[in-house]
Each structure stands twice: as structure tokens, then as C-alpha cells.
């Protein structure tokens, strides 16, 4: 297997490890073409979005890189016969045993305890407004109980007295 990297159209990496060194700022698509050693498997074209501004990490001999990894797989659908053969039955080559650094199973888990703790703001959030809106309508409740009892005390009026409930003054 072959691959060829192609950075901004400016940049062309053709053997391993596939690096390139510069300064700035700035995120752009990078094209990969992976080539076969079986000329008649089509190569195939993957997209990688580099960001140079990522959170940088620090590698166990001190130095420090920018690090924005993502998963990504091919898929052969309708593999030539050496091909299949190549993938079926042979180990092939094993990947390194460091982890990424991006940890993914470990992003996963922190994602969702985010996931669940926003939940969880969002029900205690939903229940401070249920009893607010428990409390507004007991409230109008009470509210609707004075005044019946104060329209009430206004049909009394009528016979010529009226009484103020808060100052216990009758007016006639």
C-alpha cells in the first residue's frame, strides 16, 4: 500500500510517517489518496480537516504537538480476488499499542456524563418551574376567593351597607 498526502495542494508526502512541519494559523482540508499494491483495486480518497489551532499535547519525551485525530475506515465492497485473499487471511500489520491522543472510549464517557448532568439540570430546571407554577396558581386560587368574597360584600351594598373586611369600618 501506497499513500500520498496533499495539503493545501502546496504540500505532497509520499512515504511514511506523513508529516509536515510549519508555523501559523489556520485549518484547511487535507486530501489522502491511498494506492494498492494490487493495481487493480481502485485507490481510494479520504478527507482529513486539519486544524492547527487544536489544544496541543505534551508527548512523554517533552516535546509538544497539535493533535486532532479521528476515526475513520475503508470499506471494500467488491475486493479483487488477491485483494480479499490479503484481507481474509493474512494478520496484517498490527497497530501500535500506544493509545491515540484522543482518547476515544474515554471522550465517549465524558460526553455522556455531559449528556446526563444536563439532563439533570434540565429536570431540576422543569421542576423549579412546575412549582412555581403550582405556587402562581395557588395564588390566583386565593386570589379568586377574595375577590368573590369582595363581590359578594358588594351585593350586600345594595341593602345599604357595605363592610371593608381590613379596616372593620361599615360603610353606609
Do not use: C
Not at 500500500?1 to 509536515?20: H, I, L, Q, T
Not at 485483494?83 to 471522550?107: N, Q
Not at 422543569?126 to 395564588?139: E, G, P, R, T, V
Not at 375577590?147 to 357595605?162: H, K, M, P, R, Y
Request: proline share 5%.
Amino acid at each position: 500500500m501506497n499513500g500520498m498526502f496533499n495539503f493545501a495542494s502546496v504540500f505532497s508526502d509520499r512515504k511514511p510517517p506523513y508529516e509536515v512541519t510549519e508555523t501559523g494559523w489556520g485549518e484547511f482540508e487535507i486530501q489522502i489518496r491511498i494506492y494498492f499494491v494490487d493495481v487493480n483495486e481502485k485507490p481510494v480518497t479520504a478527507f482529513h480537516y486539519l486544524r492547527l489551532f487544536q489544544p496541543q499535547v505534551t508527548l512523554p519525551n517533552g516535546k509538544t504537538m497539535v493533535a486532532a485525530e479521528y476515526y475513520d475506515e475503508i470499506v471494500f465492497q467488491e475486493p479483487t480476488m488477491p485483494m480479499y485473499k490479503v484481507l481474509s487471511h493474512l494478520e496484517g500489520r498490527k497497530a501500535e499499542p500506544r493509545r491515540f491522543h484522543t482518547d476515544f472510549p474515554f471522550v465517549r464517557k465524558r460526553t455522556q456524563e455531559m449528556i446526563n448532568n444536563a439532563r439533570s439540570e434540565i429536570n431540576k430546571e422543569i421542576q423549579d418551574l412546575m412549582d412555581s407554577l403550582k405556587a402562581a396558581h395557588d395564588l390566583i386560587g386565593k386570589y379568586s376567593k377574595e375577590v368573590d368574597s369582595l363581590e359578594a360584600a358588594a351585593g350586600n351594598a345594595e341593602d345599604g351597607t357595605f363592610a371593608y373586611e381590613n379596616s372593620g369600618q361599615t360603610a353606609v
